[in-house]
């Protein structure tokens, strides 16, 4: 790359509305019922975003676009059409460049992706996350089995690349089940595979129903063998776990905007809520738009979008980078974590090499087999 080629940016783009909210979900999503006035504000309103934010950033190259949510595929094909072609045009990219839309997989929705396709789409993120329909009930879904694997099919003929999400440590399902149905998942020909733990956060309606009682969560000893299940299983398949939560059958098949992220690029944040990471002159910036949609359209109007804007010390943007790095196959340059005053001779550092939970390979720190269950407590050892 010549010392004047712009550096490469991404954008993350932010849906917030859904037909339905799901139960375990605390992202910032409402419902999309007759909401089609307030919508049409808010696409006009991403484009000014995304026009203002381009120049305060100054020339660059576009590296990738995530649209997420929320449920994205309920946007209209010909506003995803016009984001990106605003995005091309504001950040020319130096080649094709990976366009991803999260989806789900409803009869309705699959019906789109033909149109989505013809927009620029060319990665599907799918939410099926169960082929139980009991499970999908009990998760809140609005689709059956049968629906998500006729949205498959259309899907694999509509886009190049396909992914799909699945959750796992549901209430009453055994290692047994579980290793059945991500088997039969990839028998389905996905090519990224992103298994999700079932969380429970305290704000939903999950949480709630934890709370009184009304059901518990797998004990940590069936949550951890369900973990190894799901690696020894996507392992045999082909699939390399390149981070914690994401899975994929060789390189050309990891999620570049996802790497993008990991690695400590710029991003744009546009959308109610969306969280950005953009070096301007003064530093490294932190962003986070506007939750409420019309707090944000208002703010976008008034050339002010962000709720916070926050600039990054040097050693924040590096611990950010060791937080995020080190959830990938490929870790972090030493260099960067003795810049945080780490040492592989003594300290925190050495310790976890002497544990066996991170290691040293070409001058990168990464997590181990054994480390990568135990992230956190391997991040918290690190970093505090």
Same mark, same amino acid.
């Given at each position: 790359?010549?010392?004047?080629?712009?550096?490469?940016?991404?954008?993350?783009?932010?849906?917030?509305?859904?037909?339905?909210?799901?139960?375990?979900?605390?992202?910032?999503?409402?419902?999309?019922?007759?909401?089609?006035?307030?919508?049409?504000?808010?696409?006009?309103?991403?484009?000014?975003?995304?026009?203002?934010?381009?120049?305060?950033?100054?020339?660059?190259?576009?590296?990738?676009?995530?649209?997420?949510?929320?449920?994205?595929?309920?946007?209209?094909?010909?506003? &995803?059409?016009?984001?990106?072609?605003?995005?091309?045009?504001?950040?020319?990219?130096?080649?094709?460049?990976?366009?991803?839309?999260?989806?789900?997989?409803?009869? *309705? =929705?699959?019906?789109?992706?033909?149109?989505? *396709?013809?927009?620029?789409?060319?990665?599907?993120?799918?939410?099926?996350?169960?082929?139980?329909?009991?499970?999908?009930?009990?998760?809140?879904?609005?689709?059956?089995?049968?629906?998500?694997?006729?949205?498959?099919?259309?899907?694999?003929?509509?886009?190049?690349?396909?992914?799909?999400?699945?959750?796992?440590?549901?209430?009453?399902?055994?290692?047994?089940?579980?290793?059945? =149905?991500?088997?039969?998942?990839?028998?389905?020909?996905?090519?990224?595979?992103?298994?999700?733990?079932?969380?429970?956060?305290?704000?939903?309606?999950?949480?709630?129903?934890?709370?009184?009682?009304?059901?518990?969560?797998?004990?940590?000893?069936?949550?951890?063998?369900?973990?190894?299940?799901?690696?020894?299983?996507?392992?045999?398949?082909?699939?390399?776990?390149?981070? &914690?939560?994401?899975?994929?059958?060789?390189?050309?098949?990891?999620?570049?905007?996802?790497?993008?992220?990991?690695?400590?690029?710029?991003?744009?944040?546009?959308?109610?809520?969306?969280?950005?990471?953009?070096?301007?002159?003064?530093?490294?910036?932190?962003?986070?738009?506007?939750?409420?949609?019309?707090?944000?359209?208002?703010? &976008?109007?008034?050339?002010?979008?962000?709720?916070?804007?926050?600039?990054?010390?040097?050693?924040?943007?590096?611990? =950010?980078?060791?937080?995020?790095?080190?959830?990938?196959? =490929?870790?972090?340059?030493?260099?960067? $974590?003795?810049? $945080?005053?780490?040492?592989? *001779?003594?300290?925190?550092?050495?310790?976890?090499?002497?544990?066996?939970?991170?290691?040293?390979?070409?001058?990168?720190?990464?997590?181990?087999?054994?480390?990568?269950?135990?992230?956190?407590?391997?991040?918290?050892?690190? $970093?505090?």
């Amino acid at each position: 790359m010549g010392g004047d080629e712009p550096a490469s940016i991404a954008l993350y783009v932010h849906w917030p509305y859904c037909a339905r909210i799901c139960p375990y979900c605390d992202f910032n999503v409402v419902r999309d019922r007759g909401r089609s006035a307030q919508q049409a504000l808010l696409v006009d309103a991403i484009l000014a975003d995304l026009e203002a934010q381009s120049a305060l950033t100054g020339p660059r190259r576009l590296a990738s676009i995530f649209f997420g949510g929320g449920t994205p595929s309920l946007m209209a094909p010909e506003a &995803v059409a016009a984001v990106i072609a605003r995005a091309k045009a504001l950040f020319p990219p130096r080649c094709d460049i990976e366009i991803t839309l999260e989806a789900n997989p409803t009869d *309705a =929705e699959a019906g789109r992706y033909a149109a989505l *396709a013809d927009a620029g789409i060319n990665r599907l993120s799918m939410g099926v996350q169960s082929f139980d329909d009991s499970a999908l009930k009990f998760l809140g879904r609005d689709h059956s089995a049968a629906e998500a694997r006729r949205a498959i099919d259309l899907a694999a003929r509509a886009f190049p690349r396909l992914s799909i999400d699945l959750i796992y440590a549901r209430p009453g399902q055994s290692v047994a089940d579980w290793q059945a =149905e991500l088997t039969a998942a990839l028998d389905l020909g996905f090519e990224h595979v992103s298994p999700y733990q079932l969380t429970i956060e305290g704000t939903t309606a999950f949480g709630r129903a934890v709370a009184r009682g009304a059901w518990t969560p797998p004990d940590e000893d069936l949550a951890a063998a369900l973990y190894e299940a799901t690696q020894d299983t996507l392992e045999a398949a082909g699939f390399e776990a390149y981070e &914690v939560s994401n899975h994929a059958r060789d390189i050309a098949a990891r999620s570049s905007h996802n790497l993008h992220v990991w690695r400590g690029g710029d991003y744009l944040g546009l959308g109610p809520g969306a969280h950005g990471r953009i070096t301007l002159p003064r530093g490294r910036t932190a962003t986070v738009a506007a939750r409420r949609i019309d707090d944000y359209i208002a703010g &976008v109007a008034a050339g002010s979008p962000w709720a916070e804007h926050d600039l990054l010390s040097p050693t924040d943007a590096d611990e =950010e980078h060791v937080l995020l790095g080190l959830r990938t196959v =490929e870790g972090v340059p030493l260099l960067l $974590l003795q810049r $945080l005053g780490l040492s592989t *001779a003594n300290g925190p550092l050495a310790d976890l090499m002497e544990g066996g939970f991170v290691h040293l390979t070409d001058g990168r720190i990464a997590a181990t087999a054994t480390g990568r269950p135990v992230l956190d407590a391997v991040l918290k050892a690190l $970093l505090t």
